[in-house]
């Protein structure tokens, strides 16, 4: 048994990170791959910091292509050997005219989540402009969206489920840039990279509008390290790059802004 009780400890997203830890007992006991609902970047970060401290048992998570932001899990133990592609994953089409009642990313979760799928059950929508969306959901709901949903605002859809080479993945646009600063604080750093003022990121910090690494963080004076990655909610994400230091011993900073 898993010291579950000492596991969850100081972890935020204890309730979908103790059903991991109930799948992962099932996978030590059963010697099977057990695989997890879709969870939220934050909860992936917690689950991959946590079994780095299980030898017995392993994890691969994977939504269906490389910038999936909800991802499944696979569990098994340490010596079976796991791969994305037993993952299962569906994906659909949402196909409708959104040229003059435009639908956004809530838009096609809530028109989901309304014929009576639990969030958990669905992962990254793809939002296609005013021809629709395409989603990915576990194979089992499938079939029923294909059927259930036909409406989203006041638009009427077609649901056809299609094959995951079919999403219509766009790599994001991005913008290098380099910035030098005297310390390596969030709120100096994100603001360079946003083009936000100091006071004005400072704001968004502490109003809990940012996170590094997809944890919430409010502390303007949080240190960040190369690697790192910085959103902002309704600005995209910023992913700090090579740090060296100038003639001055101030850093330089690259960075790259994801739009």
């Known amino acids: 048994m898993l010291p579950k009780e000492k596991l969850l400890k100081g972890i935020k997203n204890r309730e979908a990170i103790a059903r991991i830890l109930d799948q992962a007992e099932i996978a030590l006991k059963t010697w099977e791959i057990v695989v997890s ?3 939220c970047p934050p909860a992936i970060v917690e689950v991959q910091g946590l079994f780095q401290r299980l030898a017995e048992v392993e994890i691969v998570a994977w939504g269906g292509y490389p910038q999936a932001e909800r991802q499944r899990v696979s569990i098994a133990r340490s010596e079976i050997s796991l791969d994305v ?7 659909l089409c949402i196909a409708g ?3 003059f009642d435009p639908a956004n ?38 079939k029923f969206l294909e059927i259930s949903l036909v409406q989203v605002r006041s638009v009427p859809v077609k649901t056809q489920l299609i094959t995951l080479n079919e999403l219509k993945i766009h790599s994001p646009k991005t913008k290098k840039m380099t910035t030098v ?12 990279g946003f083009g936000m003022s100091r006071s004005k990121m400072a704001n968004a910090i502490n109003s809990g509008d940012v996170r590094v690494n997809w944890k919430d963080i409010t ?13 902002v909610r309704g600005k995209g994400r910023l ?12 850093y330089r900073i690259q960075l790259i802004r994801f739009q």
């Open 37 to 39: 609902d879709f969870l």
């Open 85 to 91: 592609s037993e993952i299962p994953l569906a994906a």
């Open 97 to 99: 005219n959104f040229l």
């Open 105 to 142: 990313h809530r838009d096609f979760l809530g028109a989901i989540l309304g014929t009576g799928i639990v969030h958990e059950k669905v992962g990254d929508i793809i939002v296609l402009e005013e021809r629709g969306a395409q989603v990915i959901v576990v194979p089992e709901q499938g």
């Open 181 to 192: 600063e005297a310390s390596m604080r969030l709120d100096a750093i994100a603001s360079a």
């Open 219 to 231: 502390q303007t004076s949080h240190t960040v390290e190369s690697g790192d990655l910085i959103a």
């Open 239 to 250: 992913e700090v790059g090579e740090v060296t230091f100038t003639k001055k011993q101030r």
